[in-house]
């Protein structure tokens, strides 16, 4: 089985962690300390917190701007579920905008008439690991004064226009996810260049407590472990390596697909950086499912990112929270994401290929 996603951890990892666990200090420490430090400096922001996930990271930077009840945030259905509900926690609306269907990230052409005078933030995902359109997106934002919370669980190492993601917006996220590029187990980072919002959000992080046991806001217990912060070191140290294979793995699919009738390889604008968390192909005339029933027949995994957009799940309908976009509903039937992690070998790229030209001509014509 060639499987979708795999997670790397070598005996650096291993001895790291024993390290930890002989240490005494297994809880939040310094080396969460010292990964904060090291992930700010890779991201290029000032301030780095870590968390216990991503969606929790996600849901403390809303609350570290002020995000409430009756305020509305401008964000992509096309996501993961985390991304809105997210903004549920905090008592705020998703509000839905469509996409763009060559990337499948926020269309900013769509934002402006989706704000309203109870419009506070916008969260763009940079998705498959692919930054969202952020200069269009920063522009509206500063035109109405909107915060921006970028989403880049699915976007270490990518980059817009020479800067990280995570550093294009007020506030951004990371998941370490063991899916992600990189990984803690689970795990997540909040960056920004903003002191107060980083010390806020290191308040809300531990129980909203300014000193030892003065709780002066209603916080949580977000915290990660020292036990997943020296994964996150080591890990980070090979971001670079495992990015840079799946730009490889997804270049060389590219190349072949091209030839393949029926399968579009993704889009890759300009002046970015994709790191290709997914490699997603499109799948057009209803055939997407029957491909992925091929692939599994011929043992090859593959992940529907994402099935439906999130106004379809039965969470958001009960809520009444709705949403129209077209081109997120089209995306959620077409889209398919096959291996393209740096787990895979130079055989399994070629089963893949061969693979799908086999379906190409019994199933896609
Ligand atoms: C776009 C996006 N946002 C948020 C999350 C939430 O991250 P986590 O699973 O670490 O809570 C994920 C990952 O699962 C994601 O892909």
């Given amino acids: 089985m060639i499987s979708i996603a795999q997670p790397l951890i070598s005996d650096q990892e291993i001895e790291e962690v024993v390290k930890v666990l002989k240490s005494g200090f297994i809880a939040q420490g310094p080396k969460v300390a010292e990964f904060e430090e090291k992930f700010a400096e890779y991201i290029g922001?000032?301030?780095?917190?870590?968390?216990?996930?991503?969606?929790?990271?996600?849901?403390?930077?809303?609350?570290?701007?002020?995000?409430?009840?009756h305020d509305e945030v401008i964000t992509?259905?096309?996501?993961?579920?985390?991304?809105?509900?997210?903004?549920?926690?905090?008592?705020?609306?998703?509000?839905?905008?469509?996409?763009?269907?060559?990337?499948?990230?926020?269309?900013?052409?769509?934002?402006?008439?989706?704000?309203?005078?109870?419009?506070?933030?916008?969260?763009p995902v940079h998705l498959y690991g692919q930054p969202a359109e952020m200069d269009s997106?920063?522009?509206?934002?500063?035109?109405?004064?909107?915060?921006?919370?970028?989403?880049?669980?699915?976007?270490?190492?990518?980059?817009?226009?020479?800067?990280?993601a995570g550093s294009l917006g007020d506030i951004a996220c990371f998941s370490f996810y063991p899916t992600k590029n990189m990984t803690t187990s689970e795990g997540g980072m909040i960056t920004t260049n903003n002191s107060k919002l980083a010390d806020t959000a290191r308040i809300l992080r531990a129980h909203g407590e300014t000193e030892r046991y003065t709780h002066t806001i209603l916080?949580?217990?977000?915290?990660?472990?020292?036990i997943a912060a020296a994964i996150g070191l080591v890990q980070l140290k090979r971001l670079n390596n495992f990015n840079n294979s799946r730009i490889k793995n997804a270049?060389?699919?590219?190349?072949?697909?091209?030839?393949?009738?029926?399968?579009?390889?993704?889009?890759?604008?300009?002046?970015?950086?994709?790191?290709?968390?997914?490699y997603t192909i499109k799948v057009?005339?209803?055939?997407?499912?029957?491909?992925?029933?091929?692939?599994?027949?011929?043992?090859i995994g593959t992940g529907i990112h994402y099935p439906k957009?999130?106004?379809?799940?039965?969470?958001?309908?009960?809520?009444?929270?709705?949403?129209?976009?077209?081109?997120?509903?089209?995306?959620?039937?077409?889209?398919?994401?096959?291996?393209?992690?740096?787990?895979?070998?130079?055989?399994?790229?070629?089963?893949?290929i061969a693979a799908l030209k086999e379906a190409s001509e019994k199933i896609l014509k």
């Fill in 309 to 352: 957009t999130i106004y379809n799940q039965i969470l958001y309908q009960n809520l009444g929270i709705k949403g129209n976009c077209i081109q997120a509903d089209k995306a959620a039937n077409e889209v398919l994401s096959i291996p393209v992690h740096p787990g895979l070998n130079t055989d399994d790229l070629k089963e893949i």
């Fill in 137 to 164: 997106i920063n522009q509206i934002a500063e035109k109405y004064d909107l915060k921006i919370i970028e989403d880049a669980a699915q976007a270490h190492g990518a980059i817009y226009k020479d800067r990280m």
């Fill in 45 to 69: 922001t000032e301030y780095a917190v870590a968390t216990s996930s991503g969606t929790t990271a996600l849901h403390l930077a809303l609350l570290s701007l002020g995000l409430k009840k």
């Fill in 219 to 226: 916080g949580y217990n977000f915290r990660m472990t020292d």
């Fill in 76 to 123: 992509t259905p096309f996501s993961f579920a985390a991304t809105a509900n997210s903004i549920l926690y905090t008592g705020a609306k998703p509000v839905f905008v469509d996409i763009n269907p060559q990337t499948y990230n926020l269309d900013p052409y769509k934002i402006e008439e989706a704000i309203t005078e109870k419009t506070k933030a916008i969260m």
């Fill in 284 to 299: 057009e005339n209803g055939k997407r499912d029957k491909l992925k029933d091929y692939l599994t027949e011929r043992e």
């Fill in 251 to 278: 270049k060389y699919l590219t190349t072949h697909i091209n030839e393949i009738c029926g399968i579009t390889p993704p889009f890759v604008a300009d002046q970015v950086k994709h790191v290709f968390h997914q």
